[in-house]
């Protein structure tokens, strides 16, 4: 069964879609279980390497068989590198408005506010645990906002969290570079309100999930995350998938698909 069937199918229609912007990129997609709720939320991000030609319409089956399961999802669509405003900063003030805008919008739609789960995958994961991560900003540094959406806590699904350490991995065939406008020692100061590894500890729960044998972000980025986040006391937990590649963790039809989620279910 290849997993690159969630890439090829096309995904069930979205409940609604709910703009959050000016810009063509700038909207979620909601879907929500049977019952009036208020229900639990997982906030989806996708991946795709922050590229333009990877949007969110491949996260449609799994926020599908999530909602099925009593979960609402907004999954977030944002500017991507290739498109006027994406990468640094842009895509991130994209996914953090995203964010925010459910707090405005959760009334209305029998959204449970206290219950609400960040999850990513590959580039997504990044910019989910940045989501968890960015409370730790101050007022003077760029990217920082007044009182952002809070959450139980954050899944990542073989994200990319230290973006440092992705830069020197050349993941994506450079593609955090592009994303970040130079490397590291180039703008310092962006990958230090940009990263997650950066912002450690994040002082919330946060589940990593990462497949053995993933040849597009190697384990050892999850790892290496996890390890820091032990030394500092921060409540994450990590979980290799044995035998499990880069795109099994977003298949709702694949035998690692209920280890997510139970990783959602123990967060919310």
Same mark, same amino acid.
């Not at 937990?237 to 279910?265: C, M, N, T, Y």
């Given at each position: *069964?290849?997993? *690159?069937?969630?890439?090829?199918?096309?995904?069930?229609? $979205?409940?609604?879609?709910?703009?959050?912007?000016?810009? $063509?990129?700038?909207?979620?997609? !909601?879907?929500?279980?049977?019952?009036?709720?208020?229900?639990?939320?997982?906030?989806?991000?996708?991946?795709?390497?922050?590229?333009?030609?990877?949007? !969110?319409?491949?996260?449609?089956?799994?926020?599908?068989?999530?909602?099925?399961?009593? @979960?609402?999802?907004?999954?977030?669509?944002?500017?991507?590198?290739?498109?006027?405003?994406?990468?640094?900063?842009?895509?991130?003030?994209?996914?953090?408005?995203?964010?925010?805008?459910?707090?405005?919008?959760?009334?209305?739609?029998?959204?449970? !506010?206290?219950?609400?789960?960040?999850?990513?995958?590959?580039?997504?994961?990044?910019?989910?645990?940045?989501?968890?991560?960015?409370?730790?900003?101050?007022?003077?540094?760029? /990217?920082?906002?007044?009182?952002?959406?809070? /959450?139980?806590?954050?899944?990542?699904?073989?994200?990319? /969290?230290?973006?440092?350490?992705?830069?020197?991995?050349?993941?994506?065939?450079?593609?955090?570079?592009? @994303? *970040?406008?130079?490397? $590291?020692?180039?703008?310092?100061?962006?990958?230090?309100?940009?990263?997650?590894?950066?912002?450690?500890?994040?002082?919330?729960?946060?589940?990593?999930?990462?497949?053995?044998?993933?040849?597009?972000?190697?384990?050892?980025?999850?790892?290496? @995350?996890?390890?820091?986040?032990?030394?500092?006391?921060?409540?994450?937990?990590?979980?290799?998938?044995?035998?499990?590649?880069? @795109?099994?963790?977003?298949?709702?039809?694949?035998?690692?698909?209920?280890?997510?989620?139970?990783?959602?279910?123990? /967060?919310?």
């Amino acid at each position: *069964m290849s997993s *690159m069937w969630v890439l090829e199918t096309p995904q069930p229609p $979205p409940d609604a879609r709910i703009v959050y912007g000016e810009a $063509p990129q700038q909207f979620t997609e !909601l879907r929500k279980p049977p019952g009036k709720g208020p229900h639990p939320v997982v906030l989806f991000i996708h991946g795709g390497f922050w590229r333009q030609e990877y949007g !969110l319409e491949h996260a449609g089956h799994l926020c599908a068989d999530l909602a099925r399961r009593g @979960f609402a999802t907004w999954s977030v669509e944002y500017r991507r590198v290739g498109q006027d405003g994406g990468g640094f900063p842009g895509t991130l003030e994209d996914v953090a408005s995203a964010a925010d805008h459910l707090v405005d919008a959760a009334p209305s739609l029998g959204l449970d !506010l206290s219950r609400v789960v960040a999850m990513g995958h590959s580039a997504g994961g990044h910019l989910a645990m940045w989501l968890a991560a960015r409370h730790r900003l101050t007022a003077r540094q760029p /990217l920082y906002r007044d009182a952002p959406l809070k /959450l139980k806590g954050v899944v990542s699904l073989a994200g990319v /969290l230290d973006l440092a350490q992705g830069a020197a991995l050349d993941l994506g065939k450079g593609i955090v570079k592009t @994303f *970040m406008g130079g490397t $590291p020692e180039q703008v310092p100061e962006r990958y230090a309100v940009a990263s997650p590894a950066a912002l450690q500890p994040l002082k919330l729960p946060q589940v990593l999930l990462h497949g053995t044998e993933d040849d597009t972000v190697p384990l050892k980025v999850s790892e290496d @995350f996890h390890a820091r986040g032990l030394k500092q006391k921060d409540p994450v937990h990590l979980v290799p998938l044995k035998g499990a590649g880069h @795109f099994e963790l977003i298949d709702p039809r694949s035998k690692e698909w209920p280890r997510v989620v139970q990783a959602v279910r123990n /967060l919310r």
